[in-house]
Every structure is written in structure tokens, then in C-alpha cells.
């Protein structure tokens, strides 16, 4: 990881960790100074004043999430009214305003329509809380991806009626998780694969497959294929409403690909920091969202020492390599979920093995089923919703058993403090293994970085 050949992700890296120690105290502002020393000392003078530059842009960008902290302590306790945006039948979006509040007492309602809301304001872990007192309805039209987004929902409620199957495909596909049963959440979450139910880069890269296989059985050319590709995947970035692991999934796969068929080459991890840089710079406020969080880090963790492991025979490629993804995942990301969702899965790496290949083929099901239910091909829709209703069985099913294991996952609430160590600990063993490296390389290690 030299800074000459991944500059773009040393820059998109300090320009997120500026935004970062905007809205840290003093502690965590020491700990994440030593965690730059190991990267500093070996920078050349300009090398550093450079990525200084993106560090300090960072941190003055970062105002706008110090404004967002003030604003929910000036708001706790006060009775507002005003106009929300629905995001789902419990978060609400004010005006102007990246912060959702969950509102108490509030159900019904489509995707991106607005309500008036009246109510006291309560700030609990960060969000904000509404007691409505008074809740009606604003004439407003949607937008079109709001529109397509309801549709969408619609015909998964047409194709699989209000039960289990619905709630999961409404979740894996929309992301809308409020109506998915407790039940399922707490089985998912302790059999290691509570990050199926949330939209990230694993549904877009599952979509962007589907989409490619869709594609080769029509006479198209790659490039107007790949065109395709991408157009479809913006539409679905745009329907879930740009969440940050789907926004970093498709800048990610745009610049992992675009430069294939520009005849250029961009290496994963600058890839990765151009997703990052764009992401913290337009949504500053995803920084502190355990999605965003989560997706990074798990995401440098595959694409940083995946590559590093060779394995000889395809079996093991098709076996090892998914279950290494999965551990190196988990390893890069442990003490955030923990911190947000309290324990920890020990069974995710051999879990993932087992129901990724469920959840592709209950996705590919559910995609069909919609889409032959838009063109009227209902008995095409209907197969395929059948099937998609029996793999979603099994994977709700197979979750229950599994979480049911005494040992499938622990309690653990790390303190806070120790997570910047955790991370300064795994930095300090990538910058030796890579100067170990360089150095039986003969190579100056100046240049590591």
C-alpha cells in the first residue's frame, strides 16, 4: 500500500477523518493523532503537506455535522411543528434537515410523502424522538423514484401477500425493515448476517450481477451492456434513497469499472477512496452511521488483504475465499457493531458460506417476479414469486435454528476509548508487514505509504 500507487485513498481517508475530529472531544482527538504518527514519520515533505491539506478541508467541512450536534441538544424538550418527508412509516425527515425523527404514534403512509407533524422533541443515542400530538397530511407529489419506490412495494405486497416472505423482500430490496417481525431481526443478528437486511454493496454487487446475466442473453455489445449495467444500478441507488453503503457500493463498482473499458486500471483501494472522499464531502452527517461505518471498514478489510491470500485450486477459490471475506469483514468491523448493536456473532464467516447463495437466488426470484409483474406476465410472476416464497422460508427458518445455538453469538458493549486502540493496533500491523516487505524487497521505506 505505497502512497504513489493508492494517493486517492490516503486522500479520501484524512478528508473523512477531518470531518471526524470536528465532532470529537480531546480524547479521541490524542488517539487518533497517534494513530497518524506510524503513517507520518515516513511521509515525504510534500506527501505530508498534501494529505495535511485533505485533513484540514476535512475538518473545516465537518462543520456542518457540529451544527447537527448543536441542533439536537437546542431541540431536546421543545414542542415544533412543521412539515416532514416519510422515509419509511416511522422515520421522518424534517425540511431541510439530514436528520430523521422517529416518530411515536405515527403509522401509514407511502415512501416521500409529507405529513404535519406536531409534537415534543426527545434526544435519545443521538436521535430524535416525537411524541405526535397531531399528525395530517400535506398535498405534495412525489418525486419519481419516491413513485417507483411505492410501486415497487406495492407489487412485492400483490406478489407475496402481508406475511414473512414480504417483509423480507421489503427489506433486502427497499430497505425498509420497520414492519420486518423482531423475531427475524434478533435471529438474523445472532446468526451473523444482520447485514443481509440492510442495503448495501452486497445487494448492489448481487444486483449488478443479475442484471450482467439478464444482459448476455441479448445482442447487445459489452459496452452498451455496461451502460446498461450502471444506468440500472443509479436507478436503484436512487429508489432505496442514496443510502451510505449503497452510494458507496455504486461510486465504488463505477470507478472499479469505468476505467476497464477506458482501457485504464484503478486499483481497489482508490476505488475505495474516491467512494469515500465523494460520500463524506456531499453527506458529512454519514459519517457517525453504523451503515457507513460498517460498509468502509469491512470493505477495506476484503479489498486490502483479500488480494494478499493466493490460493491454487478453484474449489478453494469458490470455498475459502468467501468464508475469508466474511472473517476479514468481521475482524475490520467488530468493535463498531458491537458498539451499536451489543454482540458479536460467532458463527458469521460459516454463516455467510450458507445463506449469501440463498439470498442471491431469493433476490433473483423476487427481481423476476417484479418485473414480470410490471410488463402483466402474471403467470411468469407468479412462478417465480412461488419459489422466492419457499427460499425465503428456508432462510428464515435455517436463521432460527441457528441463533438458537448457545454458542452463536456473545454480549459484548465495548467502552469507547478502546475501539481508536483496536483500530491503532491493526494500523501498526499493516505498516510493519509492509515494511517488512519492502524492505526484504529492497525497497526504500519511505515509499510504503
Known amino acids: 500500500m505505497r502512497l504513489y500507487k493508492e494517493p486517492l485513498f490516503f486522500a479520501g481517508f484524512l478528508f473523512a477523518l477531518g470531518i471526524s475530529l470536528r465532532i470529537l472531544d480531546s480524547l479521541y482527538i490524542t488517539l487518533t493523532l497517534f494513530l497518524l504518527i506510524p503513517i507520518v514519520i515516513f511521509l515525504k515533505r510534500c506527501e505530508f503537506f498534501i494529505l495535511l491539506g485533505f485533513l484540514i478541508v476535512g475538518y473545516l467541512r465537518g462543520a456542518k455535522n457540529l451544527k447537527l450536534n448543536l441542533f439536537r441538544t437546542e431541540i431536546n424538550g421543545k414542542y415544533i411543528q412543521g412539515t416532514f418527508r416519510i422515509k419509511n412509516s416511522n422515520k421522518f425527515y424534517l425540511d431541510k434537515l439530514p436528520i430523521p425523527f422517529i416518530i411515536r404514534g405515527a403509522q401509514g403512509g407511502e415512501y416521500g410523502e409529507r405529513v404535519r407533524i406536531k409534537g415534543r422533541v426527545r434526544v435519545w443515542s443521538r436521535m430524535l424522538f416525537i411524541k405526535a400530538s397531531n399528525i395530517s397530511p400535506v398535498n405534495s407529489s412525489k418525486n419519481f423514484f419516491e413513485k417507483l419506490h411505492n410501486k415497487i412495494n406495492r407489487k412485492l405486497l400483490e406478489e407475496f401477500g402481508m406475511n414473512d416472505t414480504y417483509f423480507l423482500a421489503r427489506s433486502l430490496i427497499l430497505g425498509d425493515r420497520d414492519m420486518l417481525p423482531e423475531r427475524i431481526k434478533t435471529s438474523f443478528r445472532n446468526s451473523g448476517i444482520a447485514h443481509l437486511l440492510a442495503i448495501s454493496g452486497l445487494h448492489a454487487g448481487m444486483i449488478f450481477i443479475i442484471i450482467t446475466l439478464l444482459l448476455s442473453f441479448f445482442p447487445m455489445t459489452s459496452g452498451w451492456k455496461y451502460i446498461f449495467t450502471i444506468s440500472a444500478l443509479f436507478l436503484y441507488t436512487c429508489i432505496v434513497g442514496l443510502q451510505a453503503p449503497i452510494a458507496r457500493a455504486f461510486i465504488f463498482t463505477l470507478c472499479m469499472t469505468l ?69 476479514l469483514a468481521q475482524i475490520f468491523t467488530i468493535p463498531v457493531s458491537s458498539l451499536f448493536f451489543g454482540n458479536i456473532s460467532l458463527l458469521s464467516p460459516l454463516s455467510n458460506l450458507v445463506f449469501l447463495p440463498l439470498v442471491f437466488i431469493f433476490l433473483s426470484e423476487t427481481l423476476l417476479a417484479v418485473l414480470f409483474s410490471f410488463l402483466r406476465l402474471y403467470l411468469l410472476s407468479s412462478r417465480f414469486s412461488a419459489c422466492a416464497h419457499v427460499i425465503a422460508q428456508i432462510i428464515i427458518k435455517l436463521a432460527a435454528k441457528i441463533s438458537s445455538l448457545p454458542f452463536a453469538s456473545i454480549s459484548f458493549h465495548p467502552k469507547i476509548f478502546l475501539i481508536p486502540i483496536y483500530y491503532l493496533i491493526i494500523t501498526l500491523i499493516i505498516l510493519f508487514w509492509e515494511i517488512g516487505k519492502d524492505d526484504s524487497n529492497g525497497v526504500d521505506v519511505r515509499n510504503i505509504m
Open 259 to 327: 476505467p476497464y473499458y477506458l482501457m485504464r486500471r484503478m486499483t481497489p483501494l482508490n476505488a475505495l477512496g474516491i467512494a469515500l472522499l465523494i460520500s463524506s464531502l456531499l453527506k458529512p452527517d454519514w459519517l457517525v452511521s453504523p451503515g457507513f461505518l460498517l460498509s468502509y471498514l469491512a470493505t477495506f478489510g476484503i479489498v486490502y488483504l483479500l488480494p494478499k491470500i493466493k490460493l491454487k485450486t478453484a474449489i478453494a477459490k469458490y470455498t475459502v475465499y468467501p468464508f475469508l471475506a466474511s472473517f
